[in-house]
């Protein structure tokens, strides 16, 4: 397709799961965002990928969150032991290049820990 | 630190006023960039606009204006004779030139129109 595509849309798993989200992002741009959106709130960056690689994972909330782009265009966001607390949308932009180009958004994984 | 704040959490108007929206905005970086996103119920974001901040002239995109002012920190969105389309939740973003780009959003402000 044309824009960000993002599957799941909706994901309900419980407390103490694995779960991973996978975006694919508008063929030939290079960057990779994700963003978690908690319900009432902006959203806040998790990681960026610059081809890759993870240019930038300051956003990552601890160590049960983990990212990969292993060829540089489909991302896979990984959470373990997940926690109620993990329960938000899941954002995922691409753009050509990074460098304050526009992003494109996808519509998002809801993901609800029971 | 960056930080961006949209005081305004919810807006109602009735269709053909017009609305403004604020977002003011704190960074120590001398360049940066400003956007605003659309984020209908559908969820995803629309991109409007991307203002760097060596250009203060005012933008004027249809029914949509913004008017960037570097003394007070601001960039606000107005929208001239709204309509019940433009009901969404609007995000003012930031994000430091020269950066990975990734951007530091506010809280959002819900828009209702009504007809």
């Known amino acids: 397709g044309a824009g960000v595509s993002q599957t799941p849309s909706n994901k309900v798993t419980e407390k103490g799961k694995y779960v991973e989200l996978r975006c694919d992002p508008i063929?030939?741009?290079?960057?990779l965002y994700w963003y978690r959106q908690s319900l009432g709130q902006g959203p806040e960056f998790l990681i960026y990928f610059q081809g890759t690689g993870a240019a930038d994972d300051s956003g990552l909330p601890n160590d049960r969150f983990f990212a990969v782009r292993p060829e540089g265009s489909v991302s896979t966001l990984k959470i373990q032991r997940t926690e109620r607390g993990d329960s938000a949308v899941y954002l995922c932009?691409?753009?050509?290049?990074?460098?304050?180009?526009?992003?494109?958004f996808g519509q998002g994984t809801r993901l609800t820990v029971v | 630190a960056q930080k961006v704040t949209q005081a305004q959490t919810e807006i109602s108007v009735v269709e053909k006023e017009d609305v403004t929206l604020d977002c003011v905005y704190e960074?120590?970086?001398?360049?940066?960039?400003l956007f605003w996103y659309k984020q209908p119920p559908s969820g995803e974001l629309v991109f409007l606009i991307r203002r760097n901040s060596f250009d203060e002239q005012n933008e004027i995109s249809g029914r949509y204006s913004w008017n960037f002012q570097k003394s007070t920190s601001s960039f606000n969105f107005t929208i001239t004779a709204s309509q019940v389309v433009d009901s969404a939740v609007y995000f003012c973003a930031l994000n430091q030139l020269g950066n990975t780009g990734k951007l530091i959003f506010g809280q959002g402000t819900t828009l209702q129109v009504k007809p």
């Open positions: 960074t120590r970086d001398t360049t940066y960039y």
């Open positions: 063929s030939g741009h290079t960057a």
């Open positions: 932009a691409s753009s050509l290049t990074g460098e304050n180009t526009e992003a494109f």
